[in-house]
C-alpha cells in the first residue's frame, strides 16, 4: 500500500529541481495561507456576521411591532431611523415579488435568511443584496401591509474581510515572488552543469566552463572541470601514443620494401610484400581509430546535405538516398560523422552490390536506416562486431582487410553524438544499420 502509494506521489511530483524546490518553499505558505483564512473566516468572519445580522433583524421586528402598536407616530419614528441609523423606511400595500432575490451561494444571504427566518417565520420577508452596490433591501409583510427598508450593507456584512484577504494574500504573493527569483539564481548553475556534462558525454571539449554558484555546486563543477581535463589528456594521449607508433613503424616497413625489391628470389619477395601491404593496412586503421580521439568543434550540421556530400563523393550508382524531403540539423562533429557513415556504406558496397539509405524523423531524433543486399552477420554476433579488434571468419567478414576496428570506430563515433546503433537484417537479405542520433 506504502509503495503503491509512493509511486503515486513520485509520477505526479514534478522532475525538475527547480519546480520541487518551489514546492519547498511555497508550500507551507500557502498552507498557513489557507489555514489562516479558514479560522478566520470560521471563527471571526462568520460569527461576527451573524451576530451583526442577528442585531439588525432585531431592529427590523422593533419597527415593526412599534408601527403595528402605535401608527400616529410614524412619521417621527421613520426621520429617526433615517438620522441615526440611516435607514429607509416605506410603507406600501404592494404585494411581495415572486422571484427570490437571494444568491444560493453567498454567505451573506445564507446568515440573513436564516435571522429572517427564524423571527419572521416563512414567506413573511424578502430581500435582495446584489441590487444596490452599498444598500439592502428588506421587505417584512406585516398583516395586509408590507413594510420595506434599505439598511447599509455595512450592517449586515463584515467590511474589513476584503481587506483582511488582501493583507494575507498580497505578502504570500510576493514572498512566493521572491522565492522564484532566487530559486531560479540558485538552480541556474545546476543546469549549466549538466549541460556542460552532456556536452562532455557526446565529445565535446567543454573549454569555457566557469564555476558559479553556491559553494556545494562551485565544488562539483571545479570536480567537473577538473575531470573532464585529465580525461581530456588521457585520450589526447592515447591518440598521440597510437599514431606515434603507427608512424614510427612506417618506416622500417618503407626500408623492408626497398630491400624486397632488391631480392632476386621474386616468389619469397611476394609473399613479404603481401605481409608488408596487409601490416601498412593495420598501421592506416590503427591512424583512423588514433583520429577519432583527435578534438574537433562541434557545429550545426545538415544531417541531409551530409549523406548527400557521401554519396556523391562516392559516385557510385548503386547507393541510393532516400530522404523524403525532410530537412533535419543538428548539432555533430560533421568530420567524425561522415568518417562513420562512410565505413557503413564501404562495407556494404564491399560485401555486397547495393546500398539503401533511408532518413526518418521522430520525435527529437534522426533515424538513418543503412541496408545493403551481401551475405549479412549471423544475429549471434552483432555485438561482438562492435568490439575493437575483432575478426569475423565468416562468408562476410566486414574487417578481412583491417584489424577489426572499422564497426568499433563507428559505434565510439555514434555513441560520443549520444546516439545508439543497432544491426539487424535488411529487406535484401543484407545487413540493415539503424542509427538513431538526438537533434
Not at 22 to 43: C, G, K, M, N, R
Not at 239 to 244: D, V
Not at 343 to 362: P, R, S
Amino acid at each position: 500500500m506504502f509503495s503503491g502509494l509512493n509511486k503515486f506521489i513520485k509520477y505526479i511530483l514534478p522532475k525538475r529541481l527547480f519546480y520541487r524546490a518551489l514546492i519547498i518553499v511555497a508550500a507551507p505558505t500557502i498552507i498557513l495561507q489557507i489555514i489562516i483564512t479558514i479560522v478566520f473566516y470560521d471563527s471571526i468572519w462568520i460569527k461576527a456576521n451573524k451576530n451583526i445580522t442577528r442585531s439588525l433583524v432585531a431592529q427590523l421586528k422593533t419597527i415593526e411591532e412599534v408601527y403595528r402598536n402605535d401608527k400616529k407616530n410614524l412619521d417621527f419614528f421613520t426621520d429617526s431611523y433615517e438620522n441615526n441609523f440611516n435607514f429607509e423606511i416605506g410603507i406600501n400595500q404592494e404585494t411581495f415579488p415572486k422571484d427570490s432575490g437571494e444568491r444560493k451561494f453567498s454567505p451573506m444571504d445564507r446568515s440573513l435568511r436564516r435571522e429572517l427566518k427564524s423571527v419572521f417565520g416563512n414567506n413573511n420577508y424578502w430581500f435582495n443584496t446584489s441590487k444596490f452596490k452599498n444598500a439592502v433591501e428588506i421587505k417584512i409583510r406585516s398583516d395586509n401591509e408590507v413594510i420595506e427598508f434599505l439598511v447599509p450593507k455595512e450592517m449586515v456584512s463584515a467590511s474589513s474581510v476584503r481587506l483582511f484577504v488582501l493583507w494575507t494574500t498580497l505578502p504570500s504573493l510576493v514572498l512566493i515572488i521572491i522565492a522564484l527569483i532566487f530559486l531560479k539564481n540558485q538552480t541556474k548553475p545546476l543546469v549549466k552543469l549538466a549541460k556542460a556534462a552532456e556536452r562532455f558525454g557526446k565529445g565535446d571539449y567543454v573549454n569555457n566552463f566557469r564555476a558559479s554558484g553556491s559553494q556545494e555546486i562551485r565544488k562539483a563543477a571545479f570536480e567537473f572541470d577538473r575531470m573532464a581535463k585529465r580525461i581530456n589528456r588521457h585520450l589526447n594521449q592515447r591518440a598521440e601514443m597510437l599514431s606515434g607508433i603507427s608512424h614510427d613503424l612506417r618506416t622500417p616497413l618503407t626500408r623492408l620494401k626497398l630491400q624486397l625489391a632488391m631480392l632476386k628470389q621474386k616468389e619469397i619477395s611476394e609473399k613479404m610484400s603481401k605481409d608488408i601491404d596487409e601490416m601498412e593496412k593495420m598501421l592506416n586503421d590503427y591512424l583512423q581509430f588514433a583520429k577519432t580521439q583527435s578534438q574537433e568543434n562541434t557545429t550545426t550540421i545538415n544531417l541531409n546535405k551530409l549523406l548527400i556530400s557521401i554519396k556523391n563523393e562516392f559516385n557510385n550508382d548503386n547507393i541510393s538516398y532516400d530522404d523524403s524531403n525532410i530537412m533535419i540539423e543538428m548539432k555533430a562533429r560533421p568530420t567524425a560523422l561522415k568518417r562513420s557513415f562512410e565505413n557503413i556504406i564501404q562495407n556494404g558496397l564491399t560485401y555486397g552490390n547495393k546500398v539503401d539509405i533511408h532518413v526518418q524523423k521522430g520525435n527529437k531524433r534522426a533515424l538513418i536506416i543503412i541496408e545493403d543486399d551481401g551475405p549479412g552477420i549471423p544475429e549471434d554476433q552483432y555485438k561482438n562486431v562492435f568490439k575493437p579488434f575483432f575478426r569475423l571468419d565468416k562468408s562476410r567478414s566486414l574487417n578481412q582487410s583491417g584489424v577489426g576496428l572499422g564497426l568499433a570506430i563507428v559505434e565510439d563515433i555514434i555513441n560520443s553524438h549520444g546516439g545508439s546503433i543497432q544491426l539487424g537484417k535488411s529487406q535484401n537479405n543484407g545487413l540493415q544499420v539503424r542509427i538513431s542520433l538526438p537533434f
